[in-house]
């Protein structure tokens, strides 16, 4: 069984559970990588394939037509090894991430079941829900659908906005005789695919595998398809490789804040300092407080402050190994920060930044396990304020308890696998096509 997620830690940390449970099954795993994740997949016992270790080359590209070139050029090399893969291996079943719609032509020309494995909350247009994107809370008043289809306009056009000219750009590089066949929507209807625009743009229509619980979600999604939601996707065990010592005292209520590894890619550097700056401003008026801060190097050096004597600071936090110790939680919003959160029972303050991030602290605050922020409207004051509202809320502790007590009733991930199963043995899997 063949895993092709997003070359991101998060999108592995929700997915070890699973492939572990499926190993204990029978089944053997692989990873499909592009690189810098293939450590950390060995680090905790499943086997890869790298796919291509010279992903740097995109870094000196310059002009849009020499990135459209490369985009298209880079998945039509990818989906070659894929192939070979395909042939070697010959997988019972593929979970793919939605952002990898490219990369599924090889799978679906062997007849290879493909699942969308979504870690994320987004989902197609559907008027009874609000757009991930767009942050708007779900609401249960009579202009909600006018709200929600407003959020639905704002997205598409932030979307096209943003990748407008490089889809226009496309367009005209591939009627070009010459890359005709590096178009993948071509070759995915050719054999037999079909796909439909959600809020990351295009993805395969099939079977989806949601990595979080059901009541996790909002209500009113209307599902078009086969879906599942897998259950808690926390992998307790998993091996980050780093040991962590806390050194606050009995009194001290610890705070712990990492905004992930989004922060230096898609903040900017002006507004992460004036956060981590605010942050330190408030923890240093705060003695009853203890700080657990996961701050980049490159933001180390460049801070105004000085470190009060009650802050502790490292380059990287085992997230699991301080998440038990934590009373209030400050994460940017990532979909499996929240799922960590809530499955050791830690209320969170979100600050988000862009894409699902918004969506994901409007749930946050729709199921009253947090509070969210603004990183262009920070104080110290305000932060003060949102973490006593958290310590002493019993509506906050009370929402907490009864979902990490959902987390834990599910934390096998039980239903995901009997899914998976069902999707194999209700088809014949056929052998590939030479």
Same mark, same amino acid.
Do not use: C, P, W
């Given at each position: 069984?063949?895993?092709?997620?997003?070359?991101?830690?998060?999108?592995?940390?929700?997915?070890?559970?699973?492939?572990?449970?499926?190993?204990?099954?029978?089944?053997?795993?692989?990873?499909?990588?592009?690189?810098?994740? @293939?450590k950390y997949i060995k680090d905790n016992g499943f086997r890869y394939e790298l796919l291509d270790p010279r992903q740097s080359k995109k870094r000196h590209l310059r002009g849009l037509i020499a990135y459209v070139r490369y985009y298209y050029i880079y998945q039509y090399i990818v989906n070659r090894k894929i192939e070979r893969l395909v042939l070697r291996e010959r997988p019972c079943l593929c979970l793919v991430n939605v952002l990898s719609l490219p990369l599924t032509v090889k799978l679906l020309k062997h007849q290879v079941p493909v699942v969308n494995y979504v870690n994320e909350f987004i989902y197609r247009f559907n008027s009874e829900v609000p757009a991930v994107f767009s942050g708007v809370l779900p609401g249960k008043k009579w202009y909600r659908r006018i709200v929600n289809l407003w959020s639905w306009v704002y997205t598409y056009i932030q979307f096209y906005r943003k990748k407008g000219l490089f889809h226009l750009v496309a367009f005209f590089w591939l009627s070009r005789r010459p890359f005709l066949k590096l178009d993948y929507m071509k070759e995915i209807r050719l054999y037999k695919g079909n796909c439909y625009w959600c809020e990351y743009g295009y993805r395969l229509k099939g079977p989806d595998y949601f990595s979080f619980t059901a009541e996790m979600d909002i209500p009113g999604k209307v599902h078009r398809s086969a879906f599942v939601y897998g259950g808690a996707h926390i992998y307790k065990e998993r091996n980050d490789n780093t040991a962590f010592e806390l050194k606050a005292n009995e009194r001290q209520k610890i705070i712990y804040c990492s905004l992930g590894t989004w922060s230096l890619q898609h903040l900017k550097q002006r507004e992460r300092l004036n956060f981590y700056n605010q942050l330190l401003s408030a923890i240093a008026q705060r003695q009853d407080l203890h700080l657990v801060l996961s701050l980049p190097n490159e933001d180390l050096e460049n801070l105004s402050l000085s470190f009060p004597k009650n802050v502790q600071v490292h380059s990287f936090v085992p997230q699991l190994k301080v998440l038990p110790l934590t009373d209030v939680f400050i994460t940017h919003g990532g979909s499996s920060s929240i799922k960590e959160a809530i499955s050791y029972g830690v209320p969170m303050m979100v600050f988000p930044g862009i894409v699902d991030q918004p969506g994901n602290a @409007?749930?946050?605050?729709?199921?009253?396990?947090?509070?969210?922020?603004?990183?262009?409207?920070?104080? @110290?004051?305000?932060?003060?304020?949102?973490?006593?509202?958290l310590l002493n809320s019993r509506e906050i502790k009370a929402a907490v308890t009864e979902f990490k007590q959902l987390a834990d009733k599910q934390y096998d991930c039980s239903k995901g696998v009997s899914f998976l199963e069902a999707m194999i043995a209700s088809r014949r899997i056929p052998a590939p096509l030479l």
């Open positions: 069984m063949i895993f092709f997620l997003l070359g991101e830690k998060s999108a592995y940390n929700s997915s070890f559970i699973l492939a572990r449970q499926l190993q204990e099954r029978g089944y053997t795993v692989l990873y499909l990588v592009f690189g810098k994740e @293939a @409007a749930r946050v605050v729709y199921h009253k396990l947090g509070v969210r922020g603004s990183f262009r409207r920070v104080s @110290a004051k305000k932060i003060i304020r949102m973490i006593d509202y």
